[in-house]
């Protein structure tokens, strides 16, 4: 099985910790001087997405986590897995709603995605940043109301509620920024 | 800070001298690995300090001698280390560690006499005292399991692969809870480090009966800044401690060093009763800047990124 030495960590490193895999956010040399050296690191964990931090006596080694990130692009849902195809090579990879996790609100189908793959398995996906989805259901905003910057709530095509600015009518197509779910502009 | 520390240096009748840089054989201390490269097919070695040749310097000279090089330090990379830096390494016959504890103190203070750093303090502590009063333990007689307790007592992790080795774990807690525990704003000299941690020190008998290693460091807050020694005489009880030191760097996984045979010839041939220190001349300049990491005081550090 792979393995890395203390001396090969570095930030992005993929290793097994705890038994999931983690990628290394922060490696620091703790030495008193003369005598025993330690790696201190923080590594984000691929599942959860939770920070951890672990100290290393340094000549140890640790196993190596088998993740690779590839370029996808959203097909469809079949009602259990999210499908997804490598547009280079057609290779399809389906992934459960764990993997998928928040970015199943984003995919409408074609999306270039980014998934996280674990021992060839999908871990995660990372939507594009930016997506533009239409409005399918939304109270009439008041007229009048705009100049106050005043919002509601509106439900689109995929499902996901977002908050967005009371001209906004059913049909309109909206820019929204993934990474917080917030309204962005009409798009 | 070179212009006055040469003066210094001048004014105490100190001569200054070079060593190579580059050697035939290389350190076997577990801790410090070697950078290598190879000269007409033969195997050299960057050295990790200029111990070894300013000993035999010494050997043939008989007087104070003084040295400020570059010292390299494979998989030695962060806030306080780089692979490449800067030494002064100095050596006393006729002082003893005390002594030159005392010209430690004198020329620190003369280099940040114009700084804002506080040199009014410059505690000394038994490395037995600073473990007793913040660790609570005795480092000459504790056990791995009660290092291992005082940790867990400190809410202090266990590195993964630190186990039953003593004195791995003395040099966990050393940087965990001793260090910390002292004013970040003070110079602290620790002694008497117990006899497993001698290195290239002699060995004496404290007030109290226990057989330490006459060896020294200096801290400022947790940083290390200077490590000294009354010099080891004896060759051949020198010569054990690199096969010792060889031994362990085979347990570890790590190559055995090819033992540097002329500073034991040199040591045969009679060493002034001396003592010698190293001080990183990058990290004193970190404290005369006030920074935070070594990169900012050098003109192109090493970065990990």
Redesign the interface.
């Known amino acids: 099985m792979a393995s890395y030495n203390t ?1 090969e960590f ?2 992005g490193l993929n290793i097994m910790l705890d038994g999931d895999p983690c990628s290394i956010t922060e ?12 790696n201190r690191i923080k590594a984000k964990n691929l599942k959860t997405g939770r920070t951890l ?8 080694s ?1 196993e190596a986590a088998d993740v690779e990130e590839r370029d996808v692009e959203y097909l469809y849902n079949d009602g259990e897995y999210w499908h997804f195809m490598e547009p280079e090579t057609f290779e399809q990879h389906a992934a459960d709603s764990i993997a998928v996790g928040d970015a199943a609100k984003w995919l409408k189908g074609q999306e270039p995605c980014q998934m996280t793959l674990w021992n060839g398995a999908p871990l995660s996906i990372t939507t594009p940043n930016f997506v533009e989805l239409a409005v399918s259901q939304t109270d009439p905003g008041l007229k009048g109301d705009t100049a106050q910057g005043g919002s509601k709530p509106a439900t689109l095509e995929t499902g996901a509620e977002v908050k967005v600015p009371l001209f906004i009518d059913e049909g309109d197509v909206l820019k929204i920024d993934t990474r917080t779910g917030e309204y962005v502009s009409r798009a | 800070m070179l212009k006055n520390i040469r003066a210094f240096f001048d004014e105490q009748g100190v001569l200054e001298v070079e060593t190579p840089l580059l050697s035939s054989s290389a350190t076997t201390d577990p801790n410090l690995q070697s950078f290598s490269t190879r000269f007409s097919g033969k195997s050299l070695y960057l050295n990790t300090s200029p111990e070894y040749d300013m000993k035999r310097l010494l050997v043939a000279y008989g007087e104070a001698i003084f040295q400020i090089c570059k010292a390299f330090r494979d998989e030695e990379l962060g806030p306080n280390h780089q692979p490449e830096f800067t030494m002064l390494e100095w050596y006393r016959p006729g002082f003893d560690m005390f002594q030159l504890m005392d010209e430690v103190e004198q020329l620190v203070r003369l280099l940040v006499s114009e700084d804002s750093v506080s040199t009014q303090t410059m505690q000394r502590l038994t490395y037995a005292q600073a473990f007793r009063q913040y660790a609570g333990i005795n480092p000459h007689t504790v056990t791995a399991n009660e290092c291992l307790q005082c940790a867990s007592d400190n809410n202090i992790e266990q590195p993964v692969g630190l186990d039953d080795d003593v004195d791995e774990w003395l040099d966990w807690l050393l940087t965990q809870l001793v260090l910390p525990s002292m004013p970040s704003d003070t110079f602290t000299f620790i002694y008497d480090y117990p006899q497993s941690q001698c290195a290239l020190a002699r060995l004496r008998t404290d007030e109290c009966g226990q057989q330490v290693a006459a060896r020294f460091e200096l801290f400022y807050g947790e940083r290390e800044i200077a490590n000294g020694f009354h010099e080891l005489q004896d060759a051949k009880e020198q010569r054990h401690r690199f096969e010792v030191e060889n031994a362990s760097r085979v347990n570890k996984g790590l190559k055995p060093m090819s033992i540097d045979e002329k500073v034991l010839a040199a040591l045969d041939h009679g060493l002034p009763d001396c003592s010698g220190v190293a001080l990183g001349l990058d990290r004193l300049l970190m404290l005369l800047t006030n920074s935070q990491e070594i990169q900012q005081v050098l003109a192109f550090g090493m970065t990990s990124k």
């Open positions: 001396n570095k930030n490696n620091i040399l703790v030495k008193p001087g003369k005598g025993q050296a330690f931090e672990r100290t290393f006596k340094t000549t140890e640790v």
